[in-house]
């Protein structure tokens, strides 16, 4: 069984920042592997370790910079790794859901994945529906928010665990090829050994273009722009005490005086 792992650089911003335009300004932000998808890794390398994967590929959408999150990603286990990028994604404001999941449809066509782990969602654009939109567009089965995997496939199915609202969880089978995206707290990712961080370095890294996709770049468009950015205003005033328990409690107990709410 071939696993394949979509993995997202996210952005990570200080708490402190400015904004010029309709962007954070650079030198407040960072970079970081999407912590949905450290869940996602480690699900593939567990079934890979149950002996019920023959190959963990991840495929990443993202320009040069992000080669350096992609080795972490493979520091943890996956055999391989594609990068996707061109310049006609460089001049999009947004890669969407339906320009990302046009991409990986492409990667899924080309690789023949027997499952795709996804995480539930990125950390900074929280879409939330990439994977489900992928499994629409190969025709694949699929299962969101997924919590629990059984590491037995009976008849080329899956056994899944997923959360619903409410707190409702539902159990079902998937039958593969299928799309299963990840929640947190599924399994305890694995810190990346430092003998899995110099494999990494060695392990295939493949970066293919829209054209080696077989994609026409003139038909790719977001459906969404960005037009404005704020940081939103805050509606109630947050107090921090510090000290010891008894001097905490007596600054609380006069502030909720203060407002009435304890006489």
Known sequence: MKILVPVTEVTTVEDEFEIEGTAIADRYLGADLNEW???????????QEAGLADEIVTVTIGP???EQTIRQALAKGPDRAIRVWDDALADADLLDVGLKSQILAAVVDAEEPDLVLSGVQSGDDSFGATGVTLADAVGYEWAAVVNHLAHDFDDDTASVRRELEGGVEELTDVELP?????QTGINEPRY??????RQAQRKPLEVQDLAD???DADGLESALT??????????TDVTVWEGDADETAAELADLLREKGVAQ
């Open 37 to 47: 998808d450290e869940y996602a890794i480690e699900e593939a390398v567990q079934l």
């Open 64 to 66: 040069d910079d992000c």
């Open 178 to 182: 299928a799309v299963l995206t990840i």
């Open 192 to 197: 990346a050994s430092l003998r899995g961080i």
């Open 213 to 215: 996709l077989g994609i």
């Open 226 to 235: 960005l037009e404005e950015m704020a940081e939103p205003e805050s509606e």
